[in-house]
């Protein structure tokens, strides 16, 4: 009897774990269909002349004792991370111990430090942002005063209907704090004004605090300043640092290793294949059609389909084609794609900020968000921070600049050594490099990278119901279910999904609330001795 087989479409993290738990769990055969040339997604690692690129940073930290298990059991710890066999990571009030398994082939995780900041009026203030007095200092008592009062007002005031993302964040933060931190970054993400985007998205991505502890704390930062207290000294290295899991190649490398694993345990993994129709009938998938970069078209059976494509072309490519009503809605669903420019530079611009005896001038950070109005940057990487094996030469800086644009727009339009050119210019515009110091460039696009909530998203719900209709077929992932989904909630989907085939199940409900239960994507309130930290950002 032939084995049944399951068809995944899209070899990122959630169609690898996927067809990995298959083999480790059933004896269904997964075959993989990936549309492009390597494995990975946007979750990939470019190696551009012996420089690593990671496309929009990947922490590999989880709240999920699953993923962190499955994680290492590809990818150990390398043995000299720990003095005692074990340490304790941190991240956004979570932390666990892991234990270093003496992996010494360079098949392994590092454990980083996380260093995170927002760079706006030409200064750095902490990520996420804490009222503490770097911060008051930084601002300036006129804004400081500003936000107090206008978050005073709003808790008196609040905003009726809450519909929309500005709504949200103003009626949390107020609107002076809005204006300063949110609208203009989260407006140079998306594309479109606050008031477009659904107020769902800000219930998924934004970390509440208790704005009250913030402010209290922030004035007693003042008073204490104000009346020549030591608050900065005694406060300001005081509090846990930050780390997380990494691998030593980028966040390719543990998904390259996967790749290895299908393939060595009987799975098919076939690339430059894109999906183009999905066949039904009865209610269930039959096969999926798939046409490579010379034209050649192939029609796949299926038993079970695990989508990762994004759900706008799986139910535009449906045939017979969906109902009217549903083609309209996942016509209307939308797409913010992605551009990072890899720039290598001798050194960055020196300055206060600079790590002390840097000849390249070093920044700590793993990230910087670009708040600067006058640029279009959105972030910028150091990927010397994150492993000192993503760059070529130690004696030089490795830095990824992130940009967000739509597929038609003028960013996505310019040619790579246009946009080479255009990144440096907006970097030393900021006071962040000299262009004299330029050694190398390279340009990587990435279309569909985040799944917008505006558009025809407000009626998601009725593709949502459409698709689960189906017994066999399984959305899962970022673009598969059309979710800001990160790397492990992505893998969690996957596991749900090939328990649920395994089990015999089509409800895919418990598929749908990975990453919408508060326990997950939520911090607990809080404060830190270095100061309240007020909120996570809007952020890609």
């Known amino acids: 009897m032939a084995k049944k087989t399951a068809v995944i479409i899209g070899a990122g993290p959630a169609g690898l774990t996927a067809a990995l738990e298959f083999l480790r769990g059933t004896d269904i055969k997964p075959i993989v269909f990936e549309s492009g040339h390597?494995?990975?997604?946007?979750?990939?690692?470019?190696?551009?002349?012996?420089?690593?690129?990671?496309?929009?940073?990947?922490?590999?930290?989880?709240?999920?004792?699953?993923?962190?298990?499955?994680?290492?059991?590809?990818?150990?710890?390398?043995?000299?991370?720990?003095?005692?066999?074990?340490?304790?990571?941190?991240?956004?009030?979570?932390?666990?111990?892991?234990?270093?398994?003496?992996?010494d082939n360079g098949d392994c995780m590092l454990i980083r430090p996380r260093t995170s900041r927002i760079y706006f009026l030409r200064r750095f203030f902490d990520y996420p942002i804490k009222m503490n007095w770097t911060t008051a200092k930084n601002l300036g008592i006129v804004r400081i005063v500003r936000i107090l009062a206008s978050y005073i007002w709003i808790r008196f005031f609040p905003r009726r209907p809450e519909t929309n993302l500005e709504d949200f964040i103003i009626n949390r933060f107020g609107r002076e704090l809005y204006l300063t931190f949110f609208k203009d970054y989260t407006e140079k993400v998306w594309g479109v004004p606050c008031e477009e985007i659904s107020a769902e998205w800000g219930a998924q991505r934004i970390k509440g605090l208790s704005i009250s502890a913030a402010i209290g704390h922030a004035l007693g930062a003042i008073i204490r300043k104000l009346?020549?207290?030591?608050?900065?000294?005694?406060?300001?290295?005081?509090?846990?640092?930050?780390?997380?899991?990494?691998?030593?190649?980028?966040?390719?490398?543990?998904?390259?290793?996967?790749?290895?694993?299908?393939?060595?345990?009987?799975?098919?993994?076939?690339?430059?294949?894109?999906?183009?129709?999905?066949?039904?009938?009865?209610?269930?998938?039959?096969?999926?059609?798939?046409?490579?970069?010379?034209?050649?078209?192939?029609?796949?059976?299926?038993?079970?389909?695990?989508?990762?494509?994004?759900?706008?072309?799986?139910?535009?490519?449906?045939?017979?084609?969906?109902?009217?009503?549903?083609y309209e809605v996942a016509a209307g669903l939308m797409y913010r794609s992605f551009i990072t420019a890899g720039v290598a530079v001798k050194k960055l611009k020196p300055s206060r900020y600079s790590q002390p005896n840097s000849p390249i001038n070093m920044l700590p950070d793993n990230?910087?968000?670009?708040?600067?109005?006058?640029?279009?940057?959105?972030?910028?990487?150091?990927?010397?921070?994150?492993?000192?094996?993503?760059?070529?030469?130690?004696?030089?800086?490795?830095?990824?600049?992130?940009?967000?644009?739509?597929?038609?727009?003028?960013?996505?339009?310019?040619?790579?050594?246009?946009?080479?050119?255009?990144?440096?210019?907006?970097?030393?515009?900021?006071?962040?490099?000299?262009?004299?110091?330029?050694?190398?460039?390279?340009?990587?696009?990435?279309?569909?990278?985040?799944?917008?909530?505006?558009g025809s998203y407000n009626k998601f719900g009725l593709?949502?119901?459409?698709?689960?209709?189906?017994?066999?077929?399984?959305?899962?992932?970022?673009?598969?279910?059309?979710?800001?989904?990160?790397?492990?909630?992505?893998?969690?989907?996957?596991?749900?999904?090939?328990?649920?085939?395994?089990?015999g199940l089509a409800d895919k409900q418990a598929i749908w609330e990975v990453n919408i239960g508060d326990d997950y994507h939520e911090e607990k309130p809080g404060a830190t001795e270095k100061g309240t930290k007020l909120t996570e950002t809007v952020t890609s």
């Open 38 to 103: 390597q494995v990975g997604g946007i979750s990939k690692t470019i190696n551009h002349n012996g420089n690593r690129m990671d496309l929009g940073g990947h922490r590999f930290f989880s709240k999920s004792d699953w993923v962190m298990d499955w994680w290492q059991s590809i990818l150990p710890i390398r043995k000299e991370e720990t003095e005692n066999e074990e340490v304790a990571i941190s991240y956004r009030n979570k932390t666990r111990t892991v234990a270093a398994a003496g992996a």
């Open 463 to 503: 593709v949502r119901d459409y698709l689960d209709d189906f017994a066999n077929l399984y959305p899962i992932g970022r673009n598969g279910m059309h979710r800001y989904n990160n790397q492990d909630h992505s893998m969690l989907t996957a596991k749900l999904a090939v328990e649920a085939i395994a089990a």
């Open 227 to 326: 009346g020549g207290g030591n608050f900065l000294q005694k406060n300001t290295n005081t509090s846990l640092i930050e780390r997380f899991l990494y691998p030593r190649l980028g966040p390719g490398q543990m998904w390259e290793t996967v790749a290895r694993k299908v393939e060595k345990d009987g799975g098919e993994i076939h690339f430059g294949q894109k999906a183009t129709r999905i066949f039904h009938e009865n209610g269930s998938i039959t096969a999926v059609e798939f046409i490579s970069a010379n034209g050649t078209v192939q029609r796949v059976a299926a038993d079970y389909v695990i989508s990762t494509m994004p759900v706008r072309d799986l139910v535009l490519g449906l045939n017979p084609p969906a109902p009217p009503a549903i």
């Open 367 to 454: 990230w910087i968000y670009i708040q600067e109005k006058e640029v279009r940057l959105g972030r910028l990487q150091i990927f010397n921070n994150w492993s000192p094996d993503m760059v070529a030469n130690p004696d030089t800086v490795w830095l990824g600049l992130e940009y967000f644009c739509d597929e038609d727009d003028d960013l996505w339009r310019m040619s790579e050594a246009e946009f080479s050119a255009f990144a440096i210019k907006e970097l030393a515009s900021i006071d962040l490099i000299d262009p004299a110091d330029v050694l190398d460039t390279t340009v990587v696009k990435v279309e569909k990278a985040y799944p917008a909530y505006f």
